[in-house]
């Protein structure tokens, strides 16, 4: 069964301490794994994908990188707009479909 | 601006009486998803279109109803709604059903009273 796992559910930095979010899947054939940050009552805005194990993209203090199991989202030195729930999906190649992970929630104060 | 617009953005109702959620997108996007997403069970697919009159179920299609008459609109209808729909609605556009660059809307908080 396709699914998507992330770790912690919620995280609490201090202002400029670096961390990093995981994203754990299984998937029958990955056609690519995207993030996604949500801030309250808000939808889901897209961040990144990446399509093959060893693909890294950054933006800003934000860093993903993907293997053939997991993914990690790199905070450097984050600020408290960062602050937000953090969402991993997988899109399986066969289904087509987006599967979410549950969020981390990630507060970072100053 | 690239939108997906979500009407209304809250609605409460009584058990039982038929609502309509609207969903529009002006970025000519062949795909379009609603997603129910409640706490601990995360955001969940009820149903998709891959394009106009194309329609499919998705994990949680129980109780609700969608068409796509036209490109740009997937209403999401629920017939008689039950407290246990309760919850917060999104609607998301993509091209071709990529998930690169999911373009969600700002939500529907629905509460079935």
């Known amino acids: 069964e396709d699914q998507v796992t992330q770790s912690p559910e919620a995280l609490r930095l201090q202002e400029g301490e670096s961390s990093s979010l995981n994203c754990s899947y299984t998937?029958?054939?990955?056609?690519?794994l995207f993030w996604y940050r949500q801030d309250p009552g808000k939808g889901p805005e897209f961040l990144f994908t990446?399509?093959?194990a060893g693909e890294e993209k950054e933006k800003e203090r934000l860093k993903a990188t993907l293997t053939k199991k997991e993914s990690f989202l790199h905070i450097t030195a984050p600020k408290p707009e960062d602050s937000a729930t953090y969402l991993c999906?997988?899109?399986?190649?066969?289904?087509?479909?987006?599967?979410f992970g549950q969020g981390t929630t990630l507060q970072v104060k100053p | 601006e690239a939108q997906v617009t979500q009407n209304p953005r809250y609605l409460i109702t009584v058990t039982g009486k038929k609502l309509t959620v609207t969903c529009s997108q002006n970025?000519?996007?062949?795909?379009m998803s609603w997603y129910r997403q409640d706490p601990g069970l995360g955001l969940r697919q009820i149903y998709y279109?891959?394009?106009?009159?194309?329609?499919d179920k998705g994990d949680v299609p129980e109780g609700y109803k969608v068409s796509r008459k036209e490109k740009r609109n997937f209403p999401l209808i629920l017939e008689s709604p039950s407290p246990n729909q309760t919850s917060l609605y999104f609607c998301?556009?993509?091209?071709?059903?990529?998930?690169?660059?999911?373009?969600f809307g700002s939500g529907t908080r629905l509460t079935v009273v």
């Open positions: 999906a997988v899109q399986a190649s066969n289904t087509g479909k987006l599967i």
């Open positions: 998301a556009s993509s091209f071709q059903g990529t998930g690169n660059g999911y373009t």
């Open positions: 990446l399509y093959s």
């Open positions: 970025m000519n996007h062949e795909y």
């Open positions: 998937v029958s054939g990955l056609r690519g």
């Open positions: 279109s891959m394009n106009v009159e194309v329609t």
